[in-house]
């Protein structure tokens, strides 16, 4: 009796083991499947070097669409164009609607582009740039027939006097209020020439000042903003929300050089007003590809970069 009923147990327990598994499996593919993606957007600055004639006959290029690709699996999910044509209306010679095509058949978004276009010294003397404003007519229909969220102004270079600088503020105004019309998004992103001083203001912060915080946010370049020797959560602190986008830039990859403080930085997003974050490589000590996916590790390894952010305009 004793060996049957010995039987009977091992029996029992071998049909339920199963049933344990099954059961298991499910919760730990959920808690697998639970993982936050984060959403980090890529400079295509940063992959210059491998766009050089891209779509140069205005059809993509197996070059192009791989490296998407490509991109999209280092964990990409959107793009910062850099290569905007406002006479041809294209960016990488493909047209607004066919870049669109080209990202997201990638599996990416397209998000942002940096474009200038920057005033001449008789529009700075004469403080008139109505003919500057035509031209940004065009450039915000193309951007919006890309499906692009914001236009990023990456340039104004060090101004000469206060007058200059405040007819810029205007003009960024303007442009910002275009934008918005448009559902458009406007910033502006810093270099380190920011952090000196015209007539005795610092640049950057007479640009926080004088530009209206409906048309126009900032996109903080840290790796350029400490260079400029200055503190990117003490601006964060000083002009909260202000600052829509980190530009995650350092010396070489990202992560590498242990000068922008990244932890205090990502510590601080909501304070910052932060709803997006793009990469941009601009120095590289590896081969391109390897560069910008090791940079693409660091961001999503990082527990302090937070999962997403919401994309508002």
Not at 6 to 13: H, I, P, S
Not at 33 to 57: E, F, T
Not at 215 to 227: A, N
Not at 238 to 244: A, S
């Amino acid at each position: 009796m004793k060996r049957i009923t010995f039987l009977k147990t091992v029996m029992a327990a071998a049909l339920c083991l199963p049933l344990n598994i099954q059961a298991a499996t499910p919760v730990r593919q959920a808690r697998k499947a639970a993982a936050p993606q984060k959403d980090i957007c890529l400079q295509l600055y940063s992959v210059r070097d491998l766009l050089k004639d891209v779509n140069k006959d205005g059809k993509a290029s197996a070059e192009w669409t791989g490296l998407l690709s490509r991109l999209h699996k280092m964990g990409y999910t959107s793009t910062e164009a850099a290569n905007y044509d406002q006479g041809r209306g294209t960016f990488y010679n493909r047209t607004p609607k066919q870049y669109r095509q080209d990202i997201e058949a990638a599996g990416m978004k397209v998000l942002s582009s940096h474009v200038a276009h920057n005033l001449s010294d008789q529009e700075l003397a004469s403080g008139d740039y109505s003919e500057a404003l035509k031209w940004w007519k065009k450039c915000i229909a193309d951007h919006k027939a890309a499906g692009m969220s914001y236009i990023v102004n990456p340039w104004i270079g060090k101004q000469k006097s206060l007058h200059d600088l405040d007819v810029y503020c205007k003009y960024l105004n303007d442009v910002g209020k275009m934008c918005k019309e448009a559902g458009l998004g406007f910033g502006y992103h810093n270099h380190n020439y920011e952090f000196e001083k015209v007539e005795g203001k610092v640049m950057y912060d007479y640009m926080l000042e004088h530009t209206n915080p409906e048309y126009v946010f900032f996109q903080m370049d840290m790796y350029w903003t400490v260079r400029g020797a200055s503190s990117p959560v003490e601006y964060f602190n000083r002009y909260p929300g202000r600052f829509k986008s980190f530009h995650c830039k350092d010396h070489r990859e990202i992560g590498q050089s242990g000068m922008v403080g990244w932890d205090a930085i990502f510590r601080n997003a909501k304070t910052a007003g932060v709803q997006f974050i793009v990469a941009e490589i601009e120095q590289y000590t590896m081969p391109v590809e390897e560069s910008v996916a090791k940079s693409a590790q660091y961001l999503l390894r990082s527990r302090f970069v937070p999962a997403s952010f919401p994309v508002t305009k």
